[in-house]
């Protein structure tokens, strides 16, 4: 009789794992999504934080909290561990340092920490400076209305959304609002208004999918004193190039500026453009291991969440671009954990992730963050048929269904 039990507990860890075959956690995404922060480019050519994807990474790997070892069962109310599992995704992610520069032709800003705004002057000294002239013209007269009603800025939107880029489709055209999503990566500011020059720093920066293009109305000074208090100041043009890690829309184009004291800044001119759908490849990870880092991904026929059923092993939301690294990273640290719960009261069996399905999730027509799906056997060759539903007043859909296979299989046995 108790070698009957333990047969039957470890046969649970690989055969019981049927949790949620509905496609996704609602409840989860929504818990992530409230404390997610949604920015952009911030106001002015200063420098600004950006996505730092080995935190993200590592976040990933803490996500795993308990090991595995039957049927899955799905937290409504996510939290992440306070103690985190190494894997070699973590350790061979690599970010640049921070720079910043900012000139009168051009500013680009990255940084390692994660995504603020920028806010008015905090010193209480009085102080009053020039900012960085833009490289855009300057309306007569030099007020927001002008700005707004500008012909040139009009045009040149135009003119751009009948230029796109080589591989990207144009998403919207000439909005008066920045995008402001929760995917955001980085910005810089360009000397013209070429949407090919910003698809090419698109293109140079990893996870980018979609980025905005817009003129923007900034104060050619800032400070708590003298003419910088003025609604009369003088303005400068600065050309913005945003970055997301995942679709922009005309519903992101929501920020149309802000007072910097008396001085109002305004965005017109503002197109979109979003990459045409590519497998975005996870890092090489668990090298040496018994499973050796993952296949490149294949999009999933039917673009939607892999549905498995009895073959689902864990399911984790992460806000932010769409990256598919952090999937492997929770990947292999709940595995990890998996191995460590195994032995010889389990016939030294453990629940193997051999594939997993990424997704960018979009809620209510906003991309919010990655999805990712685990599973015991391999899924490239399914159909991901969920593409979505809705909660309440919310509405989910999924944007981008890519299938990561394990290099070598995982039987899931510590061995052999």
């Known amino acids: 009789m108790k070698n009957a039990v333990l047969a039957l507990s470890a046969l649970v860890g690989t055969a019981l794992s049927s949790p949620l075959v509905t496609g996704l956690d609602f409840a989860q995404i929504n818990d992530v999504v409230a404390t997610?922060?949604?920015?952009?480019?911030?106001?002015?050519?200063?420098?600004?934080?950006?996505?730092?994807?080995?935190?993200?990474v590592n976040a990933a790997s803490s996500a795993a909290t308990a090991a595995?070892?039957?049927?899955?069962?799905?937290?409504?109310?996510?939290?992440?561990?306070?103690?985190?599992?190494s894997t070699s995704c973590t350790t061979t992610t690599t970010t640049s340092s921070s720079t910043s520069t900012s000139t009168s032709t051009s500013s680009t800003s990255t940084s390692t920490?994660?995504?603020?705004?920028?806010?008015?002057?905090?010193?209480?000294?009085?102080?009053c400076t020039a900012l960085a002239t833009?490289?855009?013209?300057?309306?007569?007269?030099?007020?927001?209305?002008?700005?707004?009603?500008?012909?040139?800025?009009?045009?040149?939107?135009?003119?751009?959304?009948?230029?796109?880029?080589?591989?990207?489709?144009?998403?919207?055209?000439?909005?008066?609002?920045?995008?402001?999503l929760s995917t955001y990566l980085t910005y810089k500011t360009l000397d013209t208004y070429s949407a090919s020059s910003c698809a090419a720093f698109c293109d140079a920066t990893a996870l980018c999918t979609g980025f905005n293009i817009y003129f923007e109305r900034d104060p050619s000074m800032d400070g708590n004193a003298d003419i910088c208090l003025l609604a009369d100041l003088a303005s400068t043009t600065n050309i913005k190039c945003a970055l997301f890690g995942s679709s922009v829309s005309a519903d992101s184009a929501t920020n149309t500026?802000?007072?910097?004291?008396?001085?109002?800044?305004?965005?017109?001119?503002?197109?979109?453009?979003?990459?045409?759908?590519?497998?975005?490849?996870?890092?090489?990870?668990?090298?040496?291991?018994?499973?050796?880092?993952?296949?490149?991904?294949?999009?999933?026929?039917?673009?939607?969440?892999?549905?498995?059923?009895?073959?689902?092993?864990?399911?984790?939301?992460?806000?932010?671009?769409?990256?598919?690294a952090q999937c492997a990273a929770y990947a292999e640290a709940q595995v990890a954990k998996n191995k460590a719960a195994a032995g010889?009261?389990?016939?030294?069996?453990?629940?193997?992730?051999?594939?997993?399905?990424?997704?960018?999730?979009?809620?209510?027509?906003?991309?919010?963050?990655?999805?990712?799906?685990?599973?015991?056997?391999?899924?490239?060759?399914?159909?991901?048929?969920?593409?979505?539903?809705?909660?309440?007043?919310?509405?989910f859909e999924v944007s981008f269904s890519n299938n990561y296979?394990?290099?070598?299989?995982?039987?899931?046995?510590?061995?052999?």
């Open 134 to 180: 833009g490289a855009g013209p300057v309306p007569t007269p030099d007020t927001a209305s002008a700005f707004l009603a500008y012909a040139p800025f009009h045009a040149s939107a135009t003119a751009q959304a009948a230029a796109v880029p080589t591989n990207y489709d144009l998403s919207f055209t000439d909005q008066n609002g920045a995008s402001q």
């Open 68 to 85: 595995i070892s039957a049927a899955y069962k799905v937290k409504r109310h996510f939290r992440t561990s306070t103690t985190s599992t």
């Open 113 to 127: 920490s994660a995504i603020v705004d920028v806010s008015l002057p905090t010193s209480t000294s009085p102080f």
């Open 344 to 395: 010889w009261w389990t016939l030294f069996r453990y629940q193997p992730c051999n594939s997993f399905n990424a997704v960018a999730v979009v809620k209510n027509k906003l991309t919010v963050g990655t999805y990712c799906s685990l599973f015991n056997v391999d899924v490239s060759a399914s159909t991901c048929s969920y593409t979505g539903g809705k909660s309440g007043s919310d509405s």
């Open 36 to 56: 997610a922060i949604v920015t952009g480019a911030p106001i002015g050519a200063t420098a600004t934080t950006s996505y730092a994807d080995a935190s993200a």
């Open 257 to 324: 500026g802000q007072y910097r004291n008396l001085f109002q800044v305004v965005i017109t001119g503002s197109n979109g453009y979003n990459k045409k759908a590519a497998v975005v490849t996870p890092p090489s990870c668990n090298s040496g291991s018994k499973n050796n880092g993952w296949k490149s991904g294949t999009k999933c026929n039917g673009g939607g969440v892999m549905i498995k059923a009895g073959a689902l092993v864990g399911q984790r939301f992460f806000a932010g671009p769409y990256n598919p």
């Open 405 to 416: 296979a394990c290099k070598t299989w995982d039987n899931g046995n510590l061995l052999w």
